[in-house]
């Protein structure tokens, strides 16, 4: 199987496309978004994809969108056979990887959940004894557990890195009343996420949303709980002080690290050994999801 790497139909002008998702129009208040093989890290597309990787992010994300019955969200459809033409025409593009959704308002700032200090929120703890502007106990230890989950969210740039922000900042943008009910539905999604998953021996380390603005309610768009926007680790090896072992994008992250490329530049394409392993940790995520809600 090769990547889809980039869908070009001349019949279909595209509405935008993100890192790893193509968005079509469907009408005023629909679209229709495909999750492609592109993979990034750092903020950067990797030139070659991982094959079947966004038929896997489309299966984790709808499996959580049914079963998390406490917030309304964006999908309208999933299942391609009842596609509207001329996307009923291309199986071989949209199968299994699209979703038709309400378009709505996005909220520009990536509400994150985390119940475990690792990654970027170490980083940032280490220098700082806090994190988004969340002071912390001494002493913690690497992918330790918090003492309470925190919401820590940041800015969604269009271009260049995300950056973290504290709650207040995202109340100056969008109103107190706003950011409260982003944080607590996010680490309720979370924590949903989490308890499930740790009946199969899978601890949920942390996750990234995004909600949007539909009639004015707000409710979950983009993707649930995939290995893309969150950290699934293996409980059973699971050791605060060390890095722990991963079924998600971190794989990646952690080859990068031991090659020279600097971050700042087109990256190099992933090795095959590289892009095989990290298909093998995504769809062993998946069908542990799957067997979750068996
Ligand atoms: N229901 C929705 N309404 C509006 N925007 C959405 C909806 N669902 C997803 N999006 C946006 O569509 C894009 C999906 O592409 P993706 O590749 O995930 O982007 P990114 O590079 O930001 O991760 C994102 O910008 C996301 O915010
Ligand atoms: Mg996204």
């Known amino acids: 199987m090769k990547p889809l790497i980039s869908i070009d139909i001349p019949e279909i002008k595209k509405l935008y496309q993100g890192k790893v998702r193509d968005l079509f129009p469907v009408d005023d208040e629909h679209m229709l978004i495909v999750s492609t093989d592109r993979i990034s890290a750092f903020d950067y597309i990797f030139p070659n994809g991982i094959a079947g990787k966004g038929i896997i992010l489309n299966k984790i994300s709808n499996i959580w969108f049914k079963q998390i019955g406490f917030i309304k969200n964006h999908i309208v459809e999933d299942n391609f056979s ?4 001329p996307y009923s025409n291309y199986p071989e593009i949209f199968k299994d990887r699209s979703i038709i959704v309400k378009k709505t308002k996005r909220i ?8 475990y200090i690792i990654g970027g929120g170490w980083k940032e703890y280490q220098e700082k004894g806090e994190i988004s502007g969340i002071k912390l106990p001494a002493g913690l230890e690497m992918a330790e557990k918090f003492p309470e989950t925190l919401f820590t969210p940041a800015t969604k740039e269009d271009t260049g890195h995300d950056m973290n922000i504290s709650i207040d900042f995202m109340k100056k943008d969008i109103g107190e009343k706003d950011s409260e009910f982003l944080s607590e539905i996010t680490k309720e999604v979370y924590k949903f996420g989490r308890d499930k998953l740790e009946a199969a021996g899978i601890i949920l380390a942390d996750t990234k949303l995004e909600f949007g603005y ?3 309610e707000i409710i979950l768009i983009d993707e649930v709980m995939t290995p893309d926007s969150s950290r699934f680790w293996d409980g059973k090896l699971y ?8 079924y998600d994008k971190q794989f990646i992250r952690d080859y990068i690290d031991t090659t020279p490329w600097d971050k700042n530049s087109p990256p190099p394409p992933l090795p095959d050994e590289i892009v095989d392993k990290t298909y093998e940790k995504y769809n062993e995520i998946l069908l542990k999801i799957e067997n979750v809600f068996k």
Do not use: I, L, M, T
């Open 214 to 216: 539909h009639n004015g």
């Open 108 to 115: 520009d700032f990536e509400c994150v959940a985390r119940g």
């Open 82 to 85: 009842n596609f509207p033409a």
């Open 239 to 246: 050791k605060k002080g060390s890095s722990p072992v991963s």
